[in-house]
């Protein structure tokens, strides 16, 4: 059974830092990582999506990096800024055909303090 | 192009009773999916629909729950009795039958909040 697993549950840095966000899964027969973002009340946004024969995919001041034989995914969020403040869940999809629900980490809570 | 549509946002009922959700997916997606998220937790894959046929319900409570999408198009989920371990946000997302990359991205509801008291 797939596991998701993101460090640190919890994130608070001043505005203007680098930081980055990590995500493990135990079962590397995925078919993609992606990972979302959470505002309080709303639905997940879909940030940057890996296919498994990739190893990263930028987006703005985004970047996802993704070492399938390791387990391992990092969102690396540049400049941070009080907008970003959301939780950040990442999410893998199974190469197993047509069943394709995703599997959750529980998330990375983050604060950026202005 | 509107986004995933759920109804109600917010539901609260007493332990026992019965509730429905109801979702609408963006126009032409074959592709529906019911997650279940807990305070503090990741959302769970309850059931995943491809059109009107179920994928995988592997992770349903069937004892108590139960959805459906007739004609391929919106979904219900109903939970008959509710317990108060039901308490949680219930997101519904679709996504376009395709081939891989911009695709394959699940497209999330604002979800039903629902407190079981």
């Known amino acids: 059974k797939q596991e998701v697993t993101q460090i640190p549950a919890a994130l608070s840095v001043p505005e203007g830092e680098n930081l980055v966000l990590n995500c493990s899964f135990t079962?590397?027969?995925?078919?993609?990582l992606q990972w979302f973002r959470q505002d309080p009340g709303k639905g997940l946004t879909s940030l940057l999506l890996?296919?498994?024969?990739?190893r990263e995919q930028t987006s703005g001041r985004l970047n996802a990096s993704l070492d399938k034989s390791s387990g391992r995914s990092t969102l690396y969020i540049a400049a941070s800024q009080p907008g970003d403040s959301a939780t950040y869940l990442c999410?893998?999809?199974?190469?197993?055909?047509?069943?394709?629900?995703?599997?959750f980490g529980k998330g990375t809570h983050l604060i950026i303090q202005p | 192009e509107a986004g995933v549509a759920q109804s109600p946002r917010y539901k609260i009922i007493e332990k026992r009773q019965s509730v429905a959700f109801w979702c609408n997916p963006i126009s032409g997606h074959a592709t529906l999916y019911w997650y279940q998220q807990i305070l503090g937790q990741g959302p769970k894959l309850l059931i995943q629909?491809?059109?009107?046929?179920?994928?995988?319900d592997s992770q349903l409570p069937k004892d108590r729950f139960s959805a459906e999408r007739l004609k391929g198009v919106d979904s219900t989920l109903k939970i008959q009795p509710a317990k108060l371990e039901d308490s949680a946000v219930y997101l519904c997302a679709s996504r376009p039958r395709g081939l891989a990359g911009l695709t394959d991205t699940q497209y999330f509801g604002p979800g039903t909040r629902l407190t079981v008291l």
């Open positions: 890996i296919q498994s024969s990739q």
């Open positions: 999410a893998v999809r199974g190469s197993g055909g047509g069943a394709d629900g995703l599997t």
């Open positions: 079962d590397s027969a995925i078919y993609n």
């Open positions: 629909f491809q059109n009107n046929g179920v994928v995988d």
